[in-house]
């Protein structure tokens, strides 16, 4: 996956490399944190592999959790 943006890194920040598997999207609708409360609680077949959270830049948050293929 390629992650464009018009923010420069720091000059000590590092690249990384999201995995290339499945995921399963949530949308945050009031806050960062119930929205991971109700992952922990919504069964699924995660790989715990990499998770991680997409802040755009017109204010939406999302959460991208891995899950086996």
Known sequence: MSVAT????FETSKEIMIPDQGYQVFNVETDVFATWQQIWNTPLNRSYLFDYEM???NGTIQIYIGLNA
């Open 55 to 57: 802040y755009l830049p």
């Open 6 to 9: 018009s923010i420069r890194p």
